[in-house]
């Protein structure tokens, strides 16, 4: 974050009306039972990398469903698809697999220029 | 004056015999079969109600129906209904038990086996208690002890085990969990006021009246913390105390801590024999193998089969105040059909 962020207040809010939905919606068409996510954090407590550094598996799906996409085409190289967090997800979410989907979504578009 | 209608009410749980007391006040005959060799079900085992503290025991003092149209059978479980000639026949294991012109299902609920979920450690984990244990050691008039015998300095009290937890079958809402969560918290906290006591939430659901007047009393005179996170593992130090791994969701950082006792808030499951009753008739069960009601606004006792009624937590997890009142409407409604068969 930057120290002047206060000269552009609009970096720091969640922006519904630009929601960019490229990356969630490529996710959710495959992989539907992220829909179903509560944030209850069992996958982050779990998490081997988490554990490690400051990757928060939770986190990335909420920034996904909110939009806020430019971070996680870094945060996500730190998934070590140990399948942890799928383990104990309450709603059994296929959290392991959300987490290929984003990674796969976020190559492609690098590839295509778009991201 | 025709011969009285009779009625069989299955479970002997207070449902069963609050429903039992206001039919026989109607003038009808009542049986109710109940499978241990006690009544009052589930609330033999707890040692005080939410919100208010009151005991099990004055709540069953008031509904011991005595009443000579009222026969009690001890230990015997019924496994099957069969609708013949217009009534109902029940079977136990063997043989034919009774008939009836109408029928109460009053099953009520079973506690969920804490030790399938085998990564909080019940039953491996000597400091690992569930509710029904902490409500067990509370009725017994004793101090809550590690398995050492010394008096924990904190006390995690893990809420949602067994409920809205798709892993175990469970996926629904137990309900009443929650605010039992808060009142063992501040049981623990009368009990032993040097003990830190933390609750770990998904979502707190305070959602019934003077519920959420126990929260702030917990928060302002007890101090106990809430913390939003589910509990992902706990694991057994050499001392046999317990530490914890779960994400403060709050916060967003994972977050680890030591505790000498864990409490797991275990969540309800619908009786076991209920699927077995449903076979030869129309009785239905419900995504979460509750009773199905036939219509869930306006006739919540009825079941999909005529002249079968349902009467408290067979159709849904309830607290004890909300049971009486399932079991009262279920008696009107089993006095309706009785009435309009006549005419």
């Known amino acids: ?115 | 004056m025709t011969k009285k209608k009779h009625i069989a009410i299955i479970g002997g749980g207070i449902a069963g015999l609050e429903a039992g007391s206001v039919l026989t006040r109607q003038g009808y005959k009542v049986t109710i079969i109940e499978k241990e060799n006690k009544t009052g079900g589930l609330l033999n085992h707890w040692s005080s109600l939410f919100p208010d503290f009151s005991l099990p025991g004055e709540v069953l003092a008031r509904i011991q129906p005595e009443n000579p149209d009222l026969t009690l059978i001890h230990n015997t479980c019924i496994e099957s209904i069969k609708k013949e000639n217009g009534r109902f026949e029940l079977f136990d294991k063997r043989h034919l038990k009774l008939y009836a012109d109408a029928l109460l299902l009053a099953t009520g609920l079973s506690v969920f086996d804490a030790s399938l979920k085998e990564e909080y450690g019940y039953g491996l984990f000597i400091n690992v208690i569930t509710s029904s244990d902490f409500e067990r050691i509370h009725k017994a008039g004793q101090k809550l002890l590690t398995a050492q015998g010394d008096p924990p300095k904190r006390v995690a009290i893990i809420h949602c085990v067994g409920s809205r937890d798709a892993k175990v079958g469970n996926g629904y809402c137990s309900k009443v969990c929650c605010i039992t969560g808060v009142k063992q918290a501040i049981a623990i906290s009368r009990m032993l006021p040097e003990c830190e006591v933390f609750n770990f939430y998904m979502d707190l659901r305070l959602y019934g009246s003077k519920y959420d007047a126990l929260y702030l009393e917990a928060q302002k005179r007890h101090q106990i913390q809430f913390i939003r996170g589910r509990l992902s593992e706990v694991s057994e130090n050499q001392d046999q105390s317990l530490q914890l791994k779960a994400e403060d969701t709050l916060q967003g950082r994972p977050l680890r801590m030591q505790a000498d006792m864990i409490l797991l808030l275990t969540g309800l499951e619908a009786a076991r024999q209920n699927e077995n009753l449903c076979k030869n008739n129309h009785l239905e069960l419900d995504e979460n193998r509750f009773f199905k009601s036939e219509n869930m606004q306006y006739h919540r006792n009825c079941s999909r089969q005529e002249g079968i009624f349902m009467a408290g937590s067979c159709i849904c997890p309830m607290s004890v105040n909300e049971t009486l009142d399932s079991a009262r409407s279920a008696a009107i409604e089993v006095d309706n059909y009785l009435t309009q068969k006549e005419r």
């Open chain 1, 1 to 115: 974050m930057n120290t002047l962020d206060f000269l552009k207040p609009r970096s720091r809010q969640i922006d519904f009306e630009n929601f960019d939905d490229r990356i969630l919606s490529y996710v959710l068409e495959k992989e539907q039972s992220f829909l179903t996510c509560i944030s209850c954090g069992g996958c982050t407590a779990t998490c081997s990398a988490g554990n490690l550094t400051h990757f928060n598996i939770r986190r990335i799906g909420l920034s996904l469903r909110r939009g806020n996409v430019n971070e996680l085409s870094n945060e996500i190289e730190k998934c070590m698809f140990c399948g942890k967090c799928t383990l104990v997800c309450p709603r059994d979410i296929n959290i392991r697999n959300v987490m290929l989907l984003l990674k796969k979504r976020v190559a492609q578009l690098k590839t295509e220029k778009l991201f």
